[in-house]
């Protein structure tokens, strides 16, 4: 299974600071299309992929959102249904239901926690897996050998915090999906798509 790591420095730690202007909500906007793009197909969902949320705003820095979405069982039982426009229902929701001391399921696949960027990262890591870091300088993703159950380190529209990148780059592989400068939930489609095709090719 894949698995992307989103980090924002902006979004909200606590629902009360989500407002109807998800722009204005930390860029709350950005992460709802990143949620988007790492699940939702054209006439599909995807089972094979994890999103981790890690968001550093106010008030109350860092909360670990994990999203692993159901696909089988009973609606409102086994699973939620995700559609695109509750994703940001889902987030203010789990924001709401945090308990602190503890790994909360507020849905089924649905998880959050307090727990920094960096511990989630080198948690993953003192696991053996395989780390990726999008860096418009690292190794073009197409020439790169991609292991199984990669994971995926995105930063948001201020990027990467300079202190944690140098850190990152001791413990992940940094690799560029090219020149320009997408946006993160264009990246996470290019990325999706560039495993998809390994995998459908045997390669991964």
Known sequence: MREFIYYSRTAPTSGKYIKDDLMKSGRLDIVIH?????????????DDVKLNLCFAGPPD???HLELLPKTEGKTGMDKIYLSKKDVGWVIKRMLYKYKPGIRN????????????????????SDEGRNLYILDGKGQDIR??????????II??????????LKRLKKICKPVSIGKKTYFASQTIAIVNNEVDRREEAGKL
């Open 34 to 46: 990143s949620v988007i793009a790492t699940f939702f197909l054209s006439h599909g969902f995807r």
């Open 61 to 63: 820095p860092e909360k």
């Open 143 to 152: 020439e790169e050998k991609i292991r199984e159950n990669p994971v995926f």
């Open 105 to 124: 399921e507020v849905f089924p696949g649905y998880w959050i926690e307090k727990k920094s960027f960096m511990k989630i990262v080198k948690e993953m």
């Open 155 to 164: 930063g948001d529209h201020l990027g990467l915090p300079a202190k944690e």
